[in-house]
Protein backbone atom coordinates (compact mmCIF):
# COMPACT_ATOMS: atom_id res chain seq x y z
CA UNK A 1 0.00 0.00 0.00
CA UNK A 2 1.21 3.28 -0.65
CA UNK A 3 0.76 6.56 1.52
CA UNK A 4 1.73 9.96 1.18
CA UNK A 5 3.72 10.57 4.13
CA UNK A 6 3.63 14.20 5.62
CA UNK A 7 6.56 14.39 7.01
CA UNK A 8 8.80 13.32 3.44
CA UNK A 9 6.43 15.09 1.48
CA UNK A 10 6.33 11.81 -0.54
CA UNK A 11 4.03 9.23 -1.70
CA UNK A 12 5.81 6.08 0.00
CA UNK A 13 5.12 2.10 0.43
CA UNK A 14 3.76 1.90 3.76
CA UNK A 15 6.11 -0.64 5.57
CA UNK A 16 5.00 -1.30 9.36
CA UNK A 17 7.83 -2.39 11.71
CA UNK A 18 6.47 -5.55 12.80
CA UNK A 19 5.32 -7.04 9.71
CA UNK A 20 1.49 -7.31 8.86
CA UNK A 21 0.80 -5.20 11.81
CA UNK A 22 0.10 -1.67 11.56
CA UNK A 23 0.29 1.08 14.95
CA UNK A 24 -1.19 3.80 14.89
CA UNK A 25 -2.57 6.87 16.90
CA UNK A 26 -5.22 8.70 15.51
CA UNK A 27 -5.51 11.94 17.38
CA UNK A 28 -9.44 12.42 19.52
CA UNK A 29 -11.55 14.58 20.23
CA UNK A 30 -11.43 17.93 22.32
CA UNK A 31 -14.58 17.18 24.46
CA UNK A 32 -15.12 20.07 25.59
CA UNK A 33 -18.44 19.99 22.77
CA UNK A 34 -20.51 17.95 20.41
CA UNK A 35 -17.86 17.57 17.59
CA UNK A 36 -18.82 18.56 14.57
CA UNK A 37 -19.27 16.78 10.72
CA UNK A 38 -15.74 18.83 10.05
CA UNK A 39 -14.10 16.85 12.74
CA UNK A 40 -15.66 13.32 11.45
CA UNK A 41 -14.07 13.98 8.41
CA UNK A 42 -10.86 13.24 10.18
CA UNK A 43 -12.42 10.40 12.13
CA UNK A 44 -14.26 8.70 9.08
CA UNK A 45 -10.35 9.61 6.83
CA UNK A 46 -9.11 7.36 9.73
CA UNK A 47 -11.63 4.43 9.92
CA UNK A 48 -11.25 4.09 5.98
CA UNK A 49 -7.46 3.79 6.80
CA UNK A 50 -8.06 1.79 9.15
CA UNK A 51 -10.57 -0.67 7.18
CA UNK A 52 -8.44 -0.86 4.05
CA UNK A 53 -5.31 -2.36 6.33
CA UNK A 54 -7.60 -4.90 7.83
CA UNK A 55 -8.68 -5.19 4.32
CA UNK A 56 -5.16 -5.93 3.11
CA UNK A 57 -4.81 -8.38 5.89
CA UNK A 58 -3.00 -6.15 8.34
CA UNK A 59 -3.39 -6.11 12.00
CA UNK A 60 -3.85 -2.88 13.53
CA UNK A 61 -3.78 -1.42 16.67
CA UNK A 62 -5.53 1.85 17.00
CA UNK A 63 -4.97 4.32 19.80
CA UNK A 64 -7.25 7.57 19.89
CA UNK A 65 -6.95 9.47 22.60
CA UNK A 66 -9.96 11.96 24.52
CA UNK A 67 -8.74 14.93 25.45
CA UNK A 68 -10.61 15.76 28.71
CA UNK A 69 -8.05 18.37 29.91
CA UNK A 70 -7.02 21.43 28.26
CA UNK A 71 -7.28 25.44 27.91
CA UNK A 72 -10.74 24.68 26.26
CA UNK A 73 -12.33 22.47 28.55
CA UNK A 74 -11.28 24.41 31.38
CA UNK A 75 -12.98 26.82 30.14
CA UNK A 76 -16.15 25.52 29.51
CA UNK A 77 -16.18 23.57 32.93
CA UNK A 78 -15.29 27.49 34.58
CA UNK A 79 -18.18 28.29 32.51
CA UNK A 80 -20.86 25.66 33.38
CA UNK A 81 -19.46 25.94 37.09
CA UNK A 82 -18.93 22.15 37.25
CA UNK A 83 -15.70 19.71 38.25
CA UNK A 84 -13.98 19.34 34.74
CA UNK A 85 -14.98 15.25 34.75
CA UNK A 86 -18.64 16.28 34.88
CA UNK A 87 -18.39 18.77 32.15
CA UNK A 88 -16.65 16.51 29.82
CA UNK A 89 -18.81 13.11 30.75
CA UNK A 90 -21.72 13.74 28.07
CA UNK A 91 -19.56 14.81 25.70
CA UNK A 92 -17.45 11.70 25.63
CA UNK A 93 -20.60 9.94 25.78
CA UNK A 94 -22.03 12.00 22.69
CA UNK A 95 -18.44 11.24 20.66
CA UNK A 96 -18.92 7.45 20.66
CA UNK A 97 -22.55 7.61 20.04
CA UNK A 98 -22.20 9.72 17.32
CA UNK A 99 -19.28 7.31 15.44
CA UNK A 100 -21.48 4.55 15.97
CA UNK A 101 -23.94 6.58 13.80
CA UNK A 102 -21.19 6.93 11.23
CA UNK A 103 -20.28 3.41 10.91
CA UNK A 104 -16.39 4.55 12.45
CA UNK A 105 -15.10 1.24 13.90
CA UNK A 106 -14.13 1.51 17.37
CA UNK A 107 -9.85 1.86 17.63
CA UNK A 108 -8.56 -0.65 20.13
CA UNK A 109 -7.67 2.04 23.15
CA UNK A 110 -9.46 5.26 23.79
CA UNK A 111 -6.80 6.64 26.82
CA UNK A 112 -8.00 9.70 28.57
CA UNK A 113 -5.79 12.41 29.25
CA UNK A 114 -6.76 12.62 33.03
CA UNK A 115 -5.66 9.21 33.48
CA UNK A 116 -2.39 9.14 32.44
CA UNK A 117 -0.81 12.28 34.32
CA UNK A 118 2.29 10.28 35.73
CA UNK A 119 2.91 9.56 32.79
CA UNK A 120 2.87 12.90 31.50
CA UNK A 121 5.14 13.79 34.30
CA UNK A 122 7.59 11.09 33.61
CA UNK A 123 7.69 12.31 29.90
CA UNK A 124 8.96 16.03 31.10
CA UNK A 125 11.56 14.77 33.76
CA UNK A 126 13.46 12.78 30.89
CA UNK A 127 12.99 16.21 29.00
CA UNK A 128 14.64 17.94 31.80
CA UNK A 129 17.27 15.05 32.45
CA UNK A 130 18.71 15.93 28.45
CA UNK A 131 18.28 19.47 29.17
CA UNK A 132 15.06 20.42 26.90
CA UNK A 133 12.73 21.21 29.29
CA UNK A 134 13.04 24.72 31.82
CA UNK A 135 10.82 26.53 34.72
CA UNK A 136 10.04 29.95 33.87
CA UNK A 137 8.70 32.88 36.44
CA UNK A 138 5.43 31.89 36.48
CA UNK A 139 5.37 27.96 37.59
CA UNK A 140 5.21 26.26 33.91
CA UNK A 141 7.17 24.43 32.10
CA UNK A 142 8.82 25.01 28.62
CA UNK A 143 10.16 22.86 25.82
CA UNK A 144 13.26 24.60 24.61
CA UNK A 145 12.99 24.38 20.85
CA UNK A 146 16.03 25.70 19.86
CA UNK A 147 18.21 23.37 21.71
CA UNK A 148 16.23 20.33 19.47
CA UNK A 149 18.06 20.38 15.87
CA UNK A 150 15.61 18.54 14.41
CA UNK A 151 12.76 20.52 15.45
CA UNK A 152 10.11 21.82 12.80
CA UNK A 153 10.87 18.83 10.17
CA UNK A 154 7.41 18.34 10.01
CA UNK A 155 6.19 21.70 9.56
CA UNK A 156 9.18 22.52 7.74
CA UNK A 157 9.77 25.58 10.16
CA UNK A 158 12.55 28.19 9.18
CA UNK A 159 14.79 28.06 11.82
CA UNK A 160 16.09 31.16 10.87
CA UNK A 161 12.92 32.54 12.65
CA UNK A 162 13.68 30.91 15.85
CA UNK A 163 13.57 33.33 18.62
CA UNK A 164 15.57 31.65 21.06
CA UNK A 165 13.45 31.80 24.46
CA UNK A 166 10.78 32.99 23.14
CA UNK A 167 7.31 31.50 24.28
CA UNK A 168 3.82 30.51 23.63
CA UNK A 169 1.61 29.59 26.59
CA UNK A 170 -1.83 28.48 24.64
CA UNK A 171 -1.88 24.80 23.84
CA UNK A 172 -2.87 26.78 19.81
CA UNK A 173 -0.57 29.22 17.61
CA UNK A 174 0.16 30.60 14.45
CA UNK A 175 3.48 29.13 12.54
CA UNK A 176 4.65 32.47 12.76
CA UNK A 177 4.53 32.70 16.05
CA UNK A 178 6.46 30.00 16.99
CA UNK A 179 9.03 29.67 20.20
CA UNK A 180 9.46 27.68 22.91
CA UNK A 181 5.91 26.11 23.99
CA UNK A 182 4.65 24.73 27.36
CA UNK A 183 4.73 21.07 28.75
CA UNK A 184 3.41 22.02 32.07
CA UNK A 185 1.06 24.45 32.70
CA UNK A 186 1.32 26.33 36.74
CA UNK A 187 -1.85 26.81 38.14
CA UNK A 188 -3.52 30.11 37.94
CA UNK A 189 -7.19 30.85 39.01
CA UNK A 190 -8.77 30.32 35.78
CA UNK A 191 -7.79 26.56 36.03
CA UNK A 192 -9.83 26.43 39.29
CA UNK A 193 -9.86 22.86 41.10
CA UNK A 194 -8.28 20.93 37.91
CA UNK A 195 -4.70 21.05 39.83
CA UNK A 196 -1.97 17.77 40.13
CA UNK A 197 0.64 18.07 41.83
CA UNK A 198 4.18 17.60 39.80
CA UNK A 199 8.09 17.79 41.12
CA UNK A 200 7.60 21.56 39.16
CA UNK A 201 4.79 22.57 41.34
CA UNK A 202 0.86 22.63 40.64
CA UNK A 203 -0.65 22.61 37.58
CA UNK A 204 -1.84 20.70 34.59
CA UNK A 205 -0.53 19.10 31.31
CA UNK A 206 -0.23 21.09 27.93
CA UNK A 207 -2.24 19.44 25.38
CA UNK A 208 0.40 18.59 23.16
CA UNK A 209 2.18 16.45 25.84
CA UNK A 210 -0.61 14.49 26.61
CA UNK A 211 -0.53 12.96 22.99
CA UNK A 212 3.25 12.22 23.38
CA UNK A 213 2.66 10.35 26.80
CA UNK A 214 0.27 8.26 25.78
CA UNK A 215 0.66 7.47 22.33
CA UNK A 216 4.53 5.90 23.58
CA UNK A 217 2.40 4.31 26.37
CA UNK A 218 0.09 1.97 24.29
CA UNK A 219 2.35 2.28 20.91
CA UNK A 220 6.55 2.09 22.17
CA UNK A 221 8.57 4.45 21.49
CA UNK A 222 8.53 4.38 18.16
CA UNK A 223 5.38 3.77 16.14
CA UNK A 224 4.25 3.35 12.27
CA UNK A 225 1.66 5.97 11.76
CA UNK A 226 0.08 8.74 12.98
CA UNK A 227 -2.64 10.68 11.75
CA UNK A 228 -4.66 13.66 12.34
CA UNK A 229 -6.44 16.98 10.42
CA UNK A 230 -4.21 19.05 8.59
CA UNK A 231 -4.56 21.45 11.55
CA UNK A 232 -2.76 19.36 13.92
CA UNK A 233 0.30 19.28 11.65
CA UNK A 234 2.04 22.44 13.22
CA UNK A 235 1.69 22.67 16.19
CA UNK A 236 0.36 19.96 17.84
CA UNK A 237 2.28 17.31 15.55
CA UNK A 238 5.65 18.87 15.61
CA UNK A 239 5.66 19.22 19.21
CA UNK A 240 4.92 15.61 19.77
CA UNK A 241 7.97 14.86 17.76
CA UNK A 242 9.75 17.07 19.03
CA UNK A 243 8.55 16.19 22.55
CA UNK A 244 8.83 12.13 22.17
CA UNK A 245 12.13 12.08 19.96
CA UNK A 246 13.84 14.20 22.62
CA UNK A 247 13.16 12.30 25.50
CA UNK A 248 14.13 9.04 23.65
CA UNK A 249 16.50 10.03 21.18
CA UNK A 250 14.39 7.33 18.52
CA UNK A 251 12.53 8.70 16.09
CA UNK A 252 8.52 8.95 17.02
CA UNK A 253 6.54 8.01 14.55
CA UNK A 254 7.47 6.87 10.81
CA UNK A 255 4.28 7.67 8.54
CA UNK A 256 2.40 10.89 9.17
CA UNK A 257 -0.99 11.22 7.28
CA UNK A 258 -3.59 14.30 7.36
CA UNK A 259 -6.92 14.93 5.51
CA UNK A 260 -7.61 18.08 4.43
CA UNK A 261 -10.22 20.11 5.74
CA UNK A 262 -14.29 19.74 5.29
CA UNK A 263 -14.83 23.36 3.88
CA UNK A 264 -18.08 25.80 3.91
CA UNK A 265 -18.40 28.11 1.01
CA UNK A 266 -14.72 27.91 0.70
CA UNK A 267 -13.91 28.10 4.48
CA UNK A 268 -12.90 25.33 7.47
CA UNK A 269 -16.04 24.66 8.97
CA UNK A 270 -14.89 25.27 12.75
CA UNK A 271 -16.35 25.97 16.09
CA UNK A 272 -14.81 29.33 16.32
CA UNK A 273 -16.04 30.58 12.79
CA UNK A 274 -19.48 29.53 13.82
CA UNK A 275 -20.04 27.62 10.48
CA UNK A 276 -20.62 23.98 11.73
CA UNK A 277 -23.18 20.97 11.67
CA UNK A 278 -22.83 19.06 14.54
CA UNK A 279 -24.05 15.22 13.36
CA UNK A 280 -27.00 16.10 15.43
CA UNK A 281 -27.74 18.94 13.84
CA UNK A 282 -27.93 16.76 10.79
CA UNK A 283 -30.02 13.63 11.98
CA UNK A 284 -32.51 15.48 13.54
CA UNK A 285 -32.68 17.85 10.11
CA UNK A 286 -34.24 13.99 8.82
CA UNK A 287 -30.75 12.78 7.37
CA UNK A 288 -29.11 9.35 8.59
CA UNK A 289 -26.12 8.53 9.83
CA UNK A 290 -25.58 6.20 6.46
CA UNK A 291 -26.00 9.35 3.80
CA UNK A 292 -23.73 11.69 6.06
CA UNK A 293 -20.72 8.93 6.47
CA UNK A 294 -21.36 8.93 2.27
CA UNK A 295 -20.65 12.69 1.95
CA UNK A 296 -18.04 12.51 3.97
CA UNK A 297 -15.71 9.67 2.86
CA UNK A 298 -16.72 10.57 -0.88
CA UNK A 299 -13.43 12.43 -1.66
CA UNK A 300 -9.36 12.37 -1.61
CA UNK A 301 -8.14 12.91 1.71
CA UNK A 302 -5.96 15.23 0.83
CA UNK A 303 -8.28 17.66 -1.15
CA UNK A 304 -10.65 19.75 0.80
CA UNK A 305 -14.55 18.66 0.80
CA UNK A 306 -16.72 21.59 0.49
CA UNK A 307 -20.33 20.00 2.27
CA UNK A 308 -23.37 21.52 1.06
CA UNK A 309 -27.33 19.76 1.33
CA UNK A 310 -27.01 19.06 -2.44
CA UNK A 311 -24.00 16.48 -1.97
CA UNK A 312 -26.25 14.74 1.07
CA UNK A 313 -29.09 14.84 -1.92
CA UNK A 314 -26.69 12.69 -4.12
CA UNK A 315 -25.91 10.50 -1.58
CA UNK A 316 -29.29 9.52 -0.83
CA UNK A 317 -30.04 8.83 -4.40
CA UNK A 318 -26.84 6.85 -5.16
CA UNK A 319 -27.18 5.02 -2.00
CA UNK A 320 -30.76 3.78 -3.45
CA UNK A 321 -29.22 2.65 -6.62
CA UNK A 322 -26.75 0.68 -4.79
CA UNK A 323 -29.55 -0.87 -2.24
CA UNK A 324 -31.49 -1.40 -5.69
CA UNK A 325 -29.21 -4.07 -6.73
CA UNK A 326 -27.88 -5.59 -3.81
CA UNK A 327 -31.63 -6.49 -3.13
CA UNK A 328 -31.79 -7.71 -6.66
CA UNK A 329 -28.75 -9.86 -6.36
CA UNK A 330 -29.93 -11.10 -3.21
CA UNK A 331 -33.26 -11.88 -4.27
CA UNK A 332 -31.86 -13.38 -7.15
CA UNK A 333 -29.20 -15.31 -5.39
CA UNK A 334 -31.64 -17.06 -3.01
CA UNK A 335 -30.57 -19.52 -0.76
CA UNK A 336 -27.29 -20.57 -3.72
CA UNK A 337 -24.13 -21.11 -2.54
CA UNK A 338 -21.52 -18.92 -4.37
CA UNK A 339 -20.71 -19.91 -7.79
CA UNK A 340 -16.99 -18.24 -9.54
CA UNK A 341 -16.60 -14.74 -9.63
CA UNK A 342 -18.01 -13.44 -13.33
CA UNK A 343 -14.66 -11.94 -14.27
CA UNK A 344 -16.19 -8.29 -14.30
CA UNK A 345 -16.26 -8.71 -11.07
CA UNK A 346 -12.86 -9.45 -10.56
CA UNK A 347 -12.10 -6.81 -12.55
CA UNK A 348 -13.65 -4.27 -10.49
CA UNK A 349 -12.62 -5.86 -7.39
CA UNK A 350 -9.18 -5.27 -8.43
CA UNK A 351 -9.34 -2.06 -9.30
CA UNK A 352 -10.85 -1.07 -6.09
CA UNK A 353 -8.15 -3.05 -4.61
CA UNK A 354 -5.56 -0.86 -6.94
CA UNK A 355 -7.44 2.30 -5.82
CA UNK A 356 -7.97 2.18 -2.20
CA UNK A 357 -4.18 0.76 -1.80
CA UNK A 358 -2.73 4.05 -4.01
CA UNK A 359 -3.21 6.79 -0.86
CA UNK A 360 -7.12 5.68 -0.32
CA UNK A 361 -8.21 6.76 -3.73
CA UNK A 362 -11.78 6.87 -2.74
CA UNK A 363 -12.74 8.65 -5.70
CA UNK A 364 -11.65 5.67 -7.46
CA UNK A 365 -13.02 3.59 -5.21
CA UNK A 366 -16.67 4.89 -5.62
CA UNK A 367 -16.31 4.71 -9.42
CA UNK A 368 -15.76 0.79 -9.01
CA UNK A 369 -18.93 0.48 -6.81
CA UNK A 370 -20.53 2.13 -9.56
CA UNK A 371 -19.73 -0.09 -11.79
CA UNK A 372 -20.56 -2.97 -9.87
CA UNK A 373 -23.48 -1.71 -9.92
CA UNK A 374 -23.87 -0.93 -13.82
CA UNK A 375 -22.37 -4.37 -14.52
CA UNK A 376 -24.57 -6.35 -11.84
CA UNK A 377 -27.75 -4.12 -13.13
CA UNK A 378 -26.72 -5.25 -17.20
CA UNK A 379 -26.02 -8.98 -16.20
CA UNK A 380 -29.53 -9.22 -14.84
CA UNK A 381 -30.77 -7.88 -17.53
CA UNK A 382 -30.00 -10.88 -19.39
CA UNK A 383 -32.06 -13.84 -18.19
CA UNK A 384 -29.55 -16.51 -17.83
CA UNK A 385 -27.63 -14.86 -14.97
CA UNK A 386 -27.48 -18.01 -12.62
CA UNK A 387 -28.26 -17.58 -8.73
CA UNK A 388 -24.47 -18.81 -8.12
CA UNK A 389 -23.09 -16.05 -9.90
CA UNK A 390 -25.42 -13.65 -7.95
CA UNK A 391 -24.09 -14.71 -4.50
CA UNK A 392 -20.40 -14.56 -5.84
CA UNK A 393 -20.98 -11.22 -7.15
CA UNK A 394 -22.50 -10.28 -3.45
CA UNK A 395 -18.98 -11.42 -1.73
CA UNK A 396 -17.92 -9.00 -4.15
CA UNK A 397 -20.24 -6.41 -2.44
CA UNK A 398 -18.97 -7.49 0.80
CA UNK A 399 -15.47 -7.15 -0.09
CA UNK A 400 -15.94 -3.94 -0.77
CA UNK A 401 -18.09 -2.63 1.90
CA UNK A 402 -15.64 -3.71 4.52
CA UNK A 403 -13.51 -0.49 3.49
CA UNK A 404 -16.93 1.50 2.51
CA UNK A 405 -18.77 0.65 5.66
CA UNK A 406 -22.01 1.50 3.46
CA UNK A 407 -24.22 -1.19 2.23
CA UNK A 408 -25.06 -3.49 5.02
CA UNK A 409 -25.01 -0.52 7.89
CA UNK A 410 -28.27 1.41 8.86
CA UNK A 411 -30.34 0.69 6.00
CA UNK A 412 -33.02 -0.68 8.78
CA UNK A 413 -33.72 1.02 12.16
CA UNK A 414 -30.81 2.79 13.68
CA UNK A 415 -28.79 0.16 15.44
CA UNK A 416 -29.35 -0.18 18.99
CA UNK A 417 -26.52 1.88 20.71
CA UNK A 418 -24.77 0.14 23.69
CA UNK A 419 -26.19 1.99 27.51
CA UNK A 420 -23.60 4.07 28.20
CA UNK A 421 -22.26 1.73 31.78
CA UNK A 422 -21.86 -0.77 29.00
CA UNK A 423 -20.25 1.31 26.93
CA UNK A 424 -17.48 2.38 29.10
CA UNK A 425 -17.18 -1.19 30.35
CA UNK A 426 -15.68 -2.02 26.61
CA UNK A 427 -13.93 0.30 26.29
CA UNK A 428 -12.01 -0.14 30.09
CA UNK A 429 -11.40 -3.76 28.55
CA UNK A 430 -9.78 -2.26 25.47
CA UNK A 431 -7.15 -0.42 27.66
CA UNK A 432 -6.88 -3.57 30.02
CA UNK A 433 -5.96 -5.39 27.17
CA UNK A 434 -4.03 -3.43 25.62
CA UNK A 435 -2.06 -3.17 28.73
CA UNK A 436 -1.86 -6.98 28.53
CA UNK A 437 -3.91 -6.67 31.92
CA UNK A 438 -5.07 -9.90 30.91
CA UNK A 439 -6.79 -10.08 34.86
CA UNK A 440 -8.42 -6.94 34.16
CA UNK A 441 -9.65 -7.71 30.68
CA UNK A 442 -11.18 -11.21 32.63
CA UNK A 443 -12.83 -9.31 35.73
CA UNK A 444 -14.32 -6.92 33.07
CA UNK A 445 -15.68 -9.74 31.21
CA UNK A 446 -17.65 -10.85 34.08
CA UNK A 447 -19.08 -8.03 35.04
CA UNK A 448 -20.48 -7.54 31.61
CA UNK A 449 -21.62 -11.11 31.54
CA UNK A 450 -22.97 -10.22 35.34
CA UNK A 451 -24.89 -7.04 33.40
CA UNK A 452 -26.23 -9.59 30.31
CA UNK A 453 -23.51 -8.82 27.94
CA UNK A 454 -21.14 -11.37 26.09
CA UNK A 455 -18.05 -10.01 24.86
CA UNK A 456 -15.91 -11.97 22.21
CA UNK A 457 -12.27 -10.72 20.83
CA UNK A 458 -12.30 -10.76 16.95
CA UNK A 459 -9.75 -9.64 14.42
CA UNK A 460 -11.71 -6.20 14.32
CA UNK A 461 -11.65 -6.07 17.87
CA UNK A 462 -14.29 -6.53 20.85
CA UNK A 463 -18.25 -7.92 19.52
CA UNK A 464 -20.54 -6.93 22.26
CA UNK A 465 -23.59 -9.04 22.36
CA UNK A 466 -27.24 -8.94 24.25
CA UNK A 467 -27.16 -12.07 26.13
P1 LIG B 1 -10.23 18.97 17.92
O1 LIG B 1 -11.35 18.38 18.72
O2 LIG B 1 -10.40 20.41 17.59
O3 LIG B 1 -8.87 18.67 18.50
O4 LIG B 1 -10.26 18.25 16.49
C1 LIG B 1 -10.39 16.88 16.33
C2 LIG B 1 -9.94 16.45 14.95
O5 LIG B 1 -10.77 17.03 13.93
C3 LIG B 1 -8.53 16.86 14.60
O6 LIG B 1 -7.90 15.78 13.92
C4 LIG B 1 -8.71 18.05 13.69
O7 LIG B 1 -7.62 18.21 12.82
C5 LIG B 1 -9.95 17.64 12.92
N1 LIG B 1 -10.71 18.77 12.31
C6 LIG B 1 -11.16 19.90 12.90
N2 LIG B 1 -11.86 20.66 12.02
C7 LIG B 1 -11.86 19.98 10.84
C8 LIG B 1 -12.44 20.23 9.53
N3 LIG B 1 -13.17 21.31 9.25
N4 LIG B 1 -12.22 19.29 8.56
C9 LIG B 1 -11.51 18.17 8.83
N5 LIG B 1 -10.95 17.89 10.03
C10 LIG B 1 -11.13 18.77 11.02
ZN1 LIG C 1 -2.97 14.65 19.51
Redesign the pocket.
Known amino acids: MQIYNSLTRRKEALIPIESGHVRMY?????VYNF??I??F???TFEDILRRVLLFNGCRVTQVMNL?DVDDKTIRGAGAAAVPLKTFTAPFIQAFFDDLKALNVQSAEVYPAATDHIPEMLSLVGKLFERGLAYKSDDGSVYFSVAKLPGYGKLAHLDRANLRAGARVANDEYEKESYGDFALWKGWDSNDGDVVWESPWGRGRPGWHLECSAMAMKYLGETFDLH??????LFPHHENEIAQAEGATGKPFVNFWM??????VNGE????SLGN?FTLRDLLQKGWSGREIRYVLINGHYRQP?NFTFDALDAARTSLARVDECVDALTALAGSAAAGLVPPWATHVCNFFTASVNDDLNMPEAFAALFSLVRESNSAMRVGSFKPESAAAVLKVFDALDSVFGLIRFGRTAHEEALPPEIEALVHARATARANKDWRGSDRIREELASKGWEVRDSKEGQKIKKL
Not at 26 to 30: A, D, I, L, M, S
Not at 227 to 232: K, R
Not at 258 to 263: D, I, N, S, V
Open positions: TCGPTAHGNRAYTTGGIDNHCAHLRKMSKFL
